[in-house]
């Protein structure tokens, strides 16, 4: 049995969603301590704040700051700078005397910038597994030129998170080749990483006339919007011509077709199960996890969140999908994403349906565990 410390970045709920997923098929046989700020810590401490089998510890971290429910990226980057100068180093003393205490045999870190520091100054390696390298290592050319250039500008922040690690993994719902620079450093790159609920409880596509045919299980679509999403998203979606259940905003009284849910896993799983199809921001996670069900996706991502406007990009070169920016987001492009979901449909099924990437996350982990760590069970894509 090894001892594995994780981090993972605050920003929305992907990032605790991808570490979830590798702790729950491993924590039969490892010992894992979490260390998660913000977003990521809240949407954990349910699940792992009173449970004995992993360690879970809430951290200061970085966030996107919002003015009047738009990114403002010149804050962003100046509270950035500023929790460098404060928070993180205060942050990377404490973790060092984890690893210090603990002595973990791998180190992982989701694009989160304290515990790459800690561990380097301990002289531990340390692995990355995160979406946000492919701004700094895929092939984008297929973008448009502005977009390349934020992919650029963006991609600056990435090694200023961390550049020394071990091995870099790149999880992400799309493909791309990978430039030749991080080919030979020999980046990998792999499948979104998918919920343990989704991939026990897969879920088989009824056509919409059946589903009209039952009434206990009318067509719906799923929204996930940020809470600081402008309030005109809510009075387009009201008009949808079929019903909307929509995640992020809190528990409210019905409007028109809408229906307001509290953020719970399991009830948000379930959802995206049965769901129609998917209007949401285009946050990798969420996209990996509708494309591995077959689930249609009409991305609204914000026009200065460029990472989840390339992943919106990626989506409608896919053909799985289609976007508009969150502030040009009218009822008519609901209408046509809807006259056209089964061919979205039919093109997730031929391309990316069944797409996981845990598997091949959870071989590099574990072959990365020092060699005289007994243990008594098989190790993931270890050979024996």
């Known amino acids: 049995m090894a001892k594995i410390f994780m981090s993972m970045s605050g920003e929305g709920r992907g990032h605790a969603t991808r570490v979830r997923s590798l702790v729950e098929r491993m924590r039969d046989r490892h010992e894992i301590t979490l260390f998660a700020p913000g ?17 879970l510890f809430e951290i200061p971290g970085l966030k996107f700051h919002y003015v009047e429910g738009n990114i403002r990226l010149t804050k962003t980057i100046y509270q950035g700078f500023h929790y460098q100068m404060t928070d993180l180093p205060k942050l990377v003393k404490q973790l060092v005397d984890e690893i210090q205490t603990h002595q973990p045999d791998v180190i992982l870190t989701d694009f989160e910038p304290a515990l790459p520091r800690a561990a380097k100054k301990c002289g531990k390696p340390y692995l990355s597994m995160t979406h946000q390298h492919f701004l700094v290592a ?25 550049t020394s690690q071990k091995e870099t993994i790149i999880s992400s719902f799309f493909k791309a080749n990978l430039k030749p620079r991080w080919k030979k450093k020999g980046a990998i790159c792999v499948g979104p990483m998918i ?19 039952d009434s206990n299980h009318p067509p719906f679509l799923l929204s996930y919007l940020r809470k600081q999403a402008k309030t005109d998203v809510v009075d387009i979606l009201k008009e949808s011509p079929i019903p909307v259940k929509v995640y992020g905003l809190g528990e409210r009284e019905p409007v028109g077709s809408i229906t307001f849910h509290e953020i719970h896993p399991q009830n948000f799983v379930d959802d995206l199960l049965a769901c129609h199809g998917v209007v949401s921001a285009s946050g990798n996670q969420l996209l990996g996890e509708c494309m591995y069900l077959g689930k249609p996706v009409l991305g609204i991502p914000e026009t200065w969140h460029h990472e989840q ?44 349906q069944g797409n996981d990437g845990t598997d091949d996350t959870i071989a590099i982990l574990e072959r990365n565990i020092p060699v005289e760590i007994p243990s008594n069970v098989d190790v993931v894509g270890q050979v024996h």
């Not at 954990?44 to 089998?53: A, F, M, S, V």
């Not at 919920?195 to 045919?213: A, C, L």
């Not at 070169?317 to 979205?344: P, S, W």
């Open 39 to 55: 977003d990521a810590y809240r949407f954990l401490e349910p699940q792992y704040g009173n449970d004995p089998g992993v360690r």
């Open 138 to 162: 895929y092939d984008l050319s297929i973008l448009p030129m502005h977009l390349r250039f934020f992919a650029w500008f963006i991609g600056l922040a990435v090694p200023m998170h961390y």
């Open 195 to 213: 919920r343990p609920e989704i991939r026990q409880d897969e879920f088989h596509y009824v056509s919409p006339e059946t589903e009209s045919e």
């Open 309 to 352: 406007l390339i992943n919106a990009h990626f989506l409608k070169a896919m053909g799985c999908g289609d976007f508009v920016t969150l502030e040009k987001f009218h009822i008519k492009h609901l209408r046509n994403f809807l006259e056209q979901i089964e061919e979205y449909r039919t093109k997730i099924r031929e391309t990316c």
